[in-house]
């Protein structure tokens, strides 16, 4: 993107399993890499999160020996599974992203475990929250109140937060 407006558009956003077809369609322009966010999956339990995580760190990192420096690739976002303690998950998905060079930022649900993902993720460090302020059905957006929350307790903790507006699946 070219133009006074350019830095709003500042990542291009790509889940892992669509690298491939990523790949295929943009043009190298080593002048200016193609910076990139990668959006991972979940997964309903830490078995499964981890079993996705892993197999996507392979992905991002065929991706990056195909593209080299014709890419900037070194965010990487996902939705936590619902867990009673996110301790144990957050420390081992941190470590294998932080390994891989992908700087994590974790989304969790607001009506139920955020504050104790935000807790774990200012005592492990290194890593961020992600807020979800949006999406196809009006229940995705947070109330003001809820943004708030949020806001003060990643402050609190430390914690690096960034948001989307959710409009991608």
Known sequence: A????????????????RLA???????V????????????QSGST????LHNL??????ISDFRQTHGPAIS????????PPLSNPNPLLEKAGTLLNEA??????EASLEHDWPAVVESLGQIGGMGFKLRCGGEYAGAFPSAKQVAEV?????????PLKFTAGLHQ
């Open 21 to 27: 077809e990523l790949g295929q369609l943009f043009q």
């Open 73 to 80: 690739l070194d965010s990487f976002d996902s939705k936590l």
């Open 54 to 59: 892993e197999k996507e760190i392979e992905l």
């Open 151 to 159: 806001l003060v307790a990643c402050r609190q903790a430390n914690v």
């Open 29 to 40: 322009d080593l002048e200016k890499p193609l910076p990139l966010t990668i959006i991972g």
């Open 2 to 17: 070219t133009g006074p407006q350019s830095w709003i558009l500042n990542r291009f956003l790509c889940p892992a399993t």
């Open 101 to 106: 060079k992908l700087a994590p930022f974790f």
């Open 46 to 49: 830490y078995d499964e999160y």
